[in-house]
């Protein structure tokens, strides 16, 4: 016997980031509202991405405090990584944050449905339930937010290795003693370092020529600077071509490129070579979405999908794959429901790259303003000259901002140093309002904060560069 249609004013497939505010606002507002979620309630995000990660991060970046304690005059009794309190430190943090989800969608009315969904028609999404038995549910509009999961490519051997991914890597309960990083990118860097701290013996490999090769010269020059002084061990340029062996045991990697050929082993081996979108499997051809070519959802502007009635946001719809773009996500969907006016094109979106020294950019870097020659002036400060970094001896790194050539407009701005994803948020927020650079200049900042140096940066003379 087929189960009635439950009609809703607003289904969301996937409680991620975007899909999760749309629902609790709609709830909020009076909509009749259901989110079916298989999984993690509330996303990657508070489970086992961005926030699990910082905490292990956190975790790494005390014990690597700790093991210079000397320096600060202090003599800690217990050397040592307990690697299950960090774990469990970690899995505490999500519990919490599980049980604030579970309160918004009770305080909001939204309705939260434990199953695995896929679309059976259009705006029409059948339900197998965790529990077990069947819905199926229409709704006038419908958000898919199914988000995206790390990608493992097709090396031979690849698979079959059990290679950790990022949510595995936060789940182990012990230091692994050789761990070999598959990937050069923002997960794969700042799992490296974190674990190095941590006391594994740590290689990166990358098929690119530097690490993050989209950096301007300097940035990836600091970073790889910074990783070869703490031990981590860098091999770029290089193609996995087979893997033999099992992560957690023993594995080996064939590599060849501009080395040559040769092998790195490990005990372990983490992949963090991209991501893939969550788009197959769920039945968008019976709903009227097309994806694109690379198998994101393909929308337009206002986020919606080519189905009437359709959203979708985040990772999925291949939004840059941020948390806080998702949020943003969310208000485009919410003023469009509601009638006004909100688009995605346009935004500044801001990157942060948890490593030590932090890295933090918006806007135009110098990469992409010599790429597209945009005239630009320059101002770059080292950390060193921001007092703040003197009295905690975080001295590393530099301050740089891209000004306009015929005008003050802050083109873009980028930190590598202590509390860099803090100081962008200050002049992202007046590039936001547009005001020029000496309103940052002629501001006063708490003495000595670590703000204070934006005065002096944007204080010197910027350099035309051609």
Not at 441 to 463: K, N, W
Request: net charge neutral.
């Amino acid at each position: 016997m087929q189960p009635e249609v439950e009609a809703y004013d607003l289904l969301v497939l996937g409680s991620g980031e975007a899909g999760k505010y749309i629902a609790w606002d709609a709830a909020a507002s009076g909509r009749k509202t259901a989110l079916i979620e298989r999984r993690y309630i509330g996303g990657s995000c508070p489970n086992i991405a961005c926030l699990p990660s910082k905490n292990f991060i956190y975790s790494a970046s005390v014990a690597h405090l700790a093991g210079q304690a000397d320096r600060f005059g202090l003599h800690p009794a217990q050397p040592g990584v307990d690697m299950e309190a960090v774990r469990g430190r970690k899995r505490a943090m999500v519990e919490g944050l599980i049980k604030v989800h579970e309160g918004r969608f009770a305080q909001t009315g939204a309705e939260l449905i434990r199953g695995e969904g896929r679309f059976v028609a259009p705006k029409t999404i059948e339900v197998a339930l965790n529990g077990g038995g069947i819905r199926v549910l229409t709704g006038a509009h419908v958000v898919i937010s199914t988000g995206s999961r790390a990608s493992i490519d097709p090396i031979p051997g690849l698979r079959e290795s059990c290679p950790l991914t990022h949510v595995e890597a936060l789940e182990l309960g012990v230091v692994p003693a050789r761990l070999v990083v598959l990937g050069g990118g923002y997960a794969g860097l700042e799992l490296a370092q974190a674990f190095r701290r941590l006391g594994s013996e740590v290689t990166i490999i990358d098929r690119n020529h530097r690490l993050l090769p989209r950096a301007d010269e300097d940035v990836a020059e600091a970073v790889t600077r910074a990783f070869l002084a703490e031990g981590i061990e860098l091999v770029t340029d290089a193609r996995v071509t087979r893997v033999e062996g099992r992560s957690g045991e023993d594995v080996r990697l064939h590599l060849e490129g501009g080395m040559g050929q040769l092998q790195v082993g490990g005990t372990h081996l983490l992949v963090a070579t991209g991501r893939n979108p969550n788009t197959a499997g769920i039945g968008l051809e019976a709903a009227g979405v097309v994806l694109t070519q690379a198998g994101f959802v393909q929308v337009d502007e206002r986020l919606r999908t080519t189905a009437e009635g359709v959203f979708a946001v985040g990772d999925c719809a291949g939004s840059p794959h941020f948390t806080h773009i998702a949020f943003d996500d969310h208000r485009v969907v919410r003023e469009t429901l509601a009638g006004r006016n909100r688009v995605t094109t346009g935004r500044l979106v801001p990157s942060c790259l948890f490593v030590d020294p932090e890295l933090a950019q918006i806007g135009l870097s110098e990469t992409e303003a010599r790429r597209t020659s945009t005239p630009y002036r320059l101002l770059k400060l080292p950390m060193a000259a921001v007092l703040r970094t003197r009295t905690t001896g975080h001295t590393d790194g530099f301050l740089k901002a891209l000004v306009g050539r015929g005008d003050d407009r802050i083109l873009g701005f980028t930190a590598l140093g202590s509390c860099a994803g803090e100081l962008m948020a200050t002049v992202q927020l007046a590039m936001s309002a547009g005001l020029p650079y000496t309103a940052l200049r002629d501001s006063i900042f708490a003495h000595p904060t670590y703000s204070e140096g934006l005065v002096y940066l944007f204080s010197g003379s910027p350099t035309a560069v051609e």
